[in-house]
């Protein structure tokens, strides 16, 4: 993934099918192989086809949202953006739904067909009009901005702002990973990097992922509890795009923190309760509204703005780089979270909570203090501000 991401940011804007394309193609191969390890019994071919997916997935969850952020005017990029982060939600609460009917081997079948239709649509992407003035093909730089504007929209003062900042960058060379360490890109790097291990340390794929587990130590039924987590993360979502390009990027942000830091605070009360033996009757209450103030909370923002963030804050000629650092930053700790919850909640209910409360504390204080407010920006102007050792404009 680290990788991958850097190269098709290399590539996908010049080529959306090469792009998007790859990893669909992952997504498509990983899918026989499972059916392979369903007819010979074999875990290696499950094991290769795992790989696959999450290959095809690490990349297209760093492509989407840049590439969403190019091609959108500005005064709607937030919300277009977060329709990606709404869509995830919507596909995963309906793989929960099929998933309660038919067997994970027929669910892993199933999700060729996505796969595929997404695929065979590639090639009527349009390139991305910022790309397309990188490598100086300027016609064609205007021709698919007047695509994607409309027909009769006046496109030239964007194509001029895309044209003059893409001038001064090319005196810019291709940053390494090592070369985003240089002065003029540590905002950018400092503000999406802590956003990726804020959104992960916050608990949100622990919490998640052992839903069930957390309902049952509560002593609540995982069926009430699984249903109504889902009824919650949809709305929440879909008002957070409404939400995007009218109150901005920094409030979603501020008020999810809140909503998750007291939702976890709520979560450790009830457990709290739990081991001293006192209100049995209102704790497994408790522990629920805690997890849906908490996943509510984080839908409504922390679950799609870092990524909103980090399409508009890097330049071009680092996009690659950044985008790998921090797609792999924010899944390496989407791993570690998901791999030591159960020891957590092992050692301490409360404990665990506590902690993710602080962090989502601490969330708080980092918005607040460092991450800027992109509504209403364009690219140019977002990452000027932000990098502006790198262009004086």
């Known amino acids: 993934m680290f990788s991958q991401s850097k190269w098709a940011l290399r590539f996908y804007k010049s080529n959306v099918l090469i792009s998007t394309g790859f990893p669909q193609v992952q997504l498509l191969i990983s899918k026989p192989l499972v059916c392979l390890f369903l007819c010979l019994k074999d875990a290696l071919w499950l094991y290769i086809g795992r790989l696959l997916v999450g290959c095809g997935i690490g990349l297209l969850s760093y492509v989407v949202p840049v590439y969403i952020a190019e091609i959108t005017p500005k005064n709607l990029r937030g919300g277009f953006t977060a329709v990606h982060q709404l869509m995830i939600c919507c596909g995963m609460s309906l793989t929960y739904l099929i998933g309660a009917f038919v067997n994970w081997r027929i669910l892993a079948v199933i999700g060729i067909v996505p796969c595929l239709v997404q695929l065979l649509s590639l090639p009527f992407i349009p390139d991305s009009p910022r790309w397309l003035a990188k490598v100086g093909r300027l016609k064609e730089s205007d021709s698919s901005l007047q695509r994607l504007r409309g ?30 360490f240089q002065l003029q890109y540590l905002k950018s790097l400092t503000v999406g990097l802590g956003l990726m291990i804020l959104q992960q340390f916050g608990g949100i794929n622990g919490i998640v992922f052992y839903a069930n587990s957390i309902f049952i130590s509560a002593g609540f039924s995982e069926s009430i509890g699984t249903i109504a987590m889902v009824a919650v993360k949809i709305p929440m979502t879909t008002l957070g795009v409404f939400l995007m390009d009218r109150s901005g990027r920094r409030p979603l942000l501020l008020l999810s923190a809140v909503g998750t830091c007291i939702g ?44 909103v963030i980090m399409s508009e804050i890097f330049p071009i000629n680092v996009k690659g780089s950044a985008g790998s650092l921090v797609t792999l930053v924010n899944w390496l700790c ?51 501000s932000l990098n502006s050792n790198s262009t004086k404009r």
């Open 264 to 307: 976890c605070f709520l979560a450790a009360l009830s457990f709290f309760l739990q081991d001293i033996h006192k209100w049995k009757e209102v704790s497994p209450i408790l522990a629920l509204v805690g997890v849906l103030v908490y996943v509510g909370s984080y839908s409504l923002g922390m679950g799609a703005i870092p990524w």
């Open 334 to 384: 989407s791993w570690i979270i998901s791999y030591a919850f159960n020891f957590l909640m092992t050692w301490s209910s409360t404990g665990t909570f506590i902690g993710f409360a602080v962090t989502c504390g601490f969330t708080i204080l980092f918005v607040a203090k460092l991450v800027p407010e992109t509504k209403g920006r364009t690219l140019e102007e977002i990452q000027a």
């Open 151 to 180: 027909k009769n929209a006046d496109i030239y003062k964007e194509a001029n702002e895309i044209r003059d900042y893409t001038e001064e960058l090319q005196q810019q060379t291709e940053a390494s990973i090592i070369g985003l």
